[in-house]
Antibody
Framework: EVQLLESGGGLVQPGGSLRLSCAASGFSFSTYAMSWVRQAPGKGLEWVSGISGSGGSPYYADSVKGRFTISRDNSKNTLYLQVNSLRAEDTAIYYC??????????????WGQGTLVTVSA | QSALTQPASVSGSPGQSITISCTGTSSDVGGYDYVSWYQQHPGEAPKLMIYEVTNRPSGVSNRFSGSKSGNTASLTISGLQADDEADYYCSSYTSTTTNVFGTGTRVTVL
């Protein structure tokens, strides 16, 4: 059974940083591209970032480029998102999701339950 | 990358069929057969309902079907049931190797 467990969210001041983690199990982690998708309170889904199975190809939405960094440790079956220079508009539930392709984020077949990031003074 | 355009809400009576549209551009929906659809109930994570325009994952009811014409994709729910009441989002792979979601559609079962 595929399981994705996000952690690392919390309350942070504007300009602050967090490191989100997603522990994966139940599938061959290194053969899947992975993504972070966020959802602001009461709003729709927004794709944030993706990374190939090897970790060599990161992709970002324009809204987070230069502030967020995606990475993965295939030896630990864990996906990360380093979020810096946080703004109020980054407040959201952050989901990790799998993509059944080694190289590109084509669609999202399994999702975690999400971790909440709140940016507020 | 602009969000794909979906109607804000669609409603239908039990047993009826409804269709949700998802309009993009030739750089996303129209350029690739990687349109997918997600169902999200309140307080839950999204669930994949359709991938690669027309394919259903194992376990998803055959009441859900997808199609595409030009820059517009569609999700049809036939035999509408109470549990189909949820938010639905389309998504597409894009020419910049990123991904974009639709604006979302609230489905109400009358």
């Amino acid at each position: 059974e595929v399981q994705l467990l996000e952690s690392g969210g919390g309350l942070v001041q504007p300009g602050g940083s967090l490191r989100l983690s997603c522990a994966a199990s139940g599938f061959s982690f290194s053969t899947y591209a992975m993504s972070w998708v966020r959802q602001a309170p009461g709003k729709g889904l927004e794709w944030v970032s993706g990374i190939s199975g090897s970790g060599g190809s990161p992709y970002y939405a324009d809204s987070v480029k230069g502030r967020f960094t995606i990475s993965r440790d295939n030896s630990k079956n864990t996906l990360y998102l380093q979020v810096n220079s946080l703004r109020a508009e980054d407040t959201a539930i952050y989901y990790c999701a799998t993509s059944p392709n080694r190289y590109n984020v084509l669609y999202f077949d399994f999702w975690g339950q999400g971790t909440l990031v709140t940016v507020s003074a | 990358q602009s969000a794909l355009t979906q109607p804000a809400s669609v409603s239908g009576s039990p047993g009826q069929s409804i269709t949700i549209s998802c309009t993009g551009t030739s750089s996303d929906v129209g350029g690739y057969d990687y349109v997918s659809w997600y169902q999200q109930h309140p307080g839950e994570a999204p669930k994949l309902m359709i991938y690669e325009v027309t394919n259903r994952p194992s376990g998803v009811s055959n009441r859900f079907s997808g199609s595409k014409s030009g820059n517009t994709a569609s999700l049809t729910i036939s035999g509408l049931q109470a549990d189909d009441e949820a938010d639905y989002y389309c998504s597409s792979y894009t020419s910049t190797t990123t991904n974009v979601f639709g604006t979302g559609t609230r489905v109400t079962v009358l």
